[in-house]
C-alpha cells in the first residue's frame, strides 16, 4: 500500500519535481490549439482503438482455449494443426498478417459474383473485417500457446477425483479445468492484453481511423509533429494502466473451483 510517508523521500521527491517540471514545459512550450478542431475526430479514433481491443481481445480469448486444449490434451490430427497455427501467427509480423488478409484475401473476393451479390460484400469491400480478423488470429495464436500451459498446469489428482466421481466430462471442463486455466493465465493474458492495445496503430496502414491515425491527420494538415504524438503516448499510457489495474483485481478475485 501507497502511504505519503513512503512518497516523501528523496529520491522519489526528485522524480515528481523532474515529472511536473516537464508537464508545464510542455503546456506552456508546445502548441495545443489543434486540439479544439480535431477533438471529436480524436474521440472517435480512441473509441475505435478501444472497442478494436475489446472485440479482437475476447474472440481472439474464445479461440485460444480450443487452440490451447487441443494443444494439451487432443489427439494428434487436432494438436498438429493447432500447433502449426500458433507456430505461424508467433512467427511472421504482424504487419504481413494484416496486409496479407486486407490487399490479399480483399482483392480475392471481387472476383467472384457470388460474393459481390452477397449481403456480406457491402462489409467484404470495407477494411475493418480484415484488421479485426488479422488481431482476433493474433490474439489466439499468442494466447493459445499460453493456454496449452495453463491447461497443462492444472493438478491431474483434481480431474481424476472428479472422473471418479463420475461427473461427466464437459462438467468437469466447466467447473474445474477451465477455471484454473484461466487464473493460471491471468498475468500472461493480461501482459498481451496490453501488447494488443500497442498493437492497434498498425491497422491505421489500412486506412482506419483509430488513435494513431488521427495523430497523423494532425501531423499533416498541420505540419505539428510532437504535441499529437506525445498526447498520443499519453491516452495509451492511460490505457493500458487502465488494463492493468484491471487485471491485477481479477488476478484477486477469480475463484478457484476444484479446490
Not at 76 to 96: D, E, V
Not at 136 to 147: I, K, N, P, Q, R
Not at 198 to 212: F, H
Amino acid at each position: 500500500m501507497i502511504t505519503l510517508r513512503s512518497l516523501l523521500v528523496p529520491h522519489r521527491i526528485a522524480m515528481m519535481a523532474v515529472f511536473a517540471a516537464l508537464v508545464l514545459w510542455c503546456a506552456y512550450a508546445l502548441r495545443w490549439d489543434w486540439i479544439p478542431k480535431y477533438a471529436p475526430l480524436a474521440a472517435e479514433g480512441i473509441w475505435r482503438t478501444i472497442w478494436i481491443l475489446a472485440v479482437t481481445s475476447v474472440l481472439g480469448f474464445l479461440l485460444a482455449i480450443p487452440l490451447g486444449l487441443a494443444q494439451a490434451i487432443g489427439p494428434w490430427y487436432l494438436a498438429a494443426p493447432a500447433r502449426t497455427f500458433c507456430t505461424i501467427i508467433r512467427g511472421t509480423p504482424l504487419l504481413l498478417q494484416i496486409w496479407l488478409l486486407y490487399y490479399g484475401l480483399g482483392s480475392l473476393f471481387p472476383q467472384y459474383p457470388w460474393i459481390r451479390e452477397s449481403e456480406l460484400w457491402p462489409y467484404l469491400r470495407q477494411a475493418w473485417p480484415y484488421a479485426v480478423l488479422a488481431l482476433t488470429l493474433s490474439y489466439a495464436g499468442y494466447e493459445g500457446e499460453v493456454m496449452r500451459g495453463a491447461f497443462a498446469g492444472v493438478q491431474r489428482g483434481q480431474i481424476e477425483a472428479a472422473q471418479a466421481f463420475g461427473m461427466p466430462r464437459f462438467t468437469m471442463f466447466r467447473r474445474i479445468w477451465l477455471p484454473q486455466a484461466i487464473q493460471n493465465a491471468l498475468p500472461t493474458l493480461g501482459g498481451e492484453t496490453i501488447l494488443q492495445l500497442k498493437a492497434t496503430p498498425l491497422v491505421a496502414t489500412i486506412a482506419i481511423v483509430e488513435s494513431y491515425a488521427v495523430a497523423s491527420r494532425v501531423r499533416q494538415d498541420t505540419f505539428i509533429v510532437y504535441e499529437p504524438l506525445l498526447l498520443l503516448a499519453v491516452v495509451y499510457m492511460i490505457i493500458a494502466g487502465i488494463l492493468a489495474f484491471g487485471f491485477r483485481k481479477l488476478e484477486q478475485r477469480v475463484p478457484v473451483k476444484g479446490h
